[in-house]
């Protein structure tokens, strides 16, 4: 049984560009989380969906990041234009419902924005 | 607001011996969900256990087992009979009735095993 897949697992890019991550939860999760991970700020939560509609998008640090969910099976995290801080690892992560389970973590992308 | 505090930036444990990592949390919701993840050097986020605050008994899985003490705030990790692969980072993570499945983390406990 496949976990959660995302892609690209390395992003090396130049400021200014657009930047696309992308995200597969596992068949049959119903919600699906994007978090990214600095040393600075530890993990956070950007933004999370369920049942692919968004519910909660306060983490999401400006407008230049946006997410998109389409279907069940697929997510977008794009960041446009994207800045040096943007630089971080980010985890897309899926669970059964938004309860209490247990959420599994993709391997993440990590992103270097030159 | 929620927060979850894990005071000890780094231990040293040696293998074969137990180990406990701290984590208290802050939360006024009476319905919540505690958990802990691993992070190896390799990156990812491993799920190892999870406690509910209405579970009257100490969440146990296999070598973890957390030590929930819902009067102090605290969920603390238990490690029995350290291994070298559990050298890694360890969050402790909570989530609030009302915020749905949104996970606040702490800053993390590294981990070393020492053989």
């Known amino acids: 049984d496949a976990g959660v897949i995302q892609s690209p697992r390395h992003e090396v890019t130049e400021m200014g560009q657009e930047v696309t991550l992308r995200c597969k939860p596992i068949s049959g999760h119903n919600s699906l989380f994007w978090y990214r991970q600095t040393m600075m700020r530890g993990l956070e939560l950007l933004i999370y969906?369920?049942?692919?509609?968004?519910?909660?998008d306060s983490g999401m640090p400006e407008d230049r990041f946006s997410a998109k969910m389409p279907n069940a099976s697929f997510s977008t995290l794009k960041i446009q234009p994207s800045e040096p801080r943007d630089s971080a690892v980010y985890f897309c992560?899926?669970?059964?419902?938004?309860?209490?389970?247990?959420?599994?973590f993709g391997p993440g992308t990590r992103l270097t924005v030159l | 607001a929620q927060k979850i505090t894990q005071t000890q930036p780094g231990m040293f444990v040696q293998e074969k011996e137990a180990v406990t990592l701290d984590c208290t949390y802050d939360t006024s919701d009476q319905s919540y969900g505690l958990f802990w993840y691993k992070q190896p050097s390799s990156g990812e986020m491993i799920f190892l256990i999870y406690q509910g605050s209405y579970d009257e008994q100490n969440a146990t899985e296999g070598r973890y087992s957390l030590n929930f003490q819902k009067a102090r705030k605290s969920a603390n990790l238990v490690i029995s009979a350290s291994q070298l692969g559990d050298s890694a980072m360890y969050f402790c993570a909570m989530s609030v009735n009302n915020q749905g499945g949104k996970l606040i983390f702490g800053q993390g406990t590294e981990l070393s095993v020492k053989p």
């Open positions: 992560a899926s669970s059964l419902d938004i309860s209490y389970n247990e959420q599994f």
């Open positions: 969906f369920n049942n692919n509609v968004p519910i909660d």
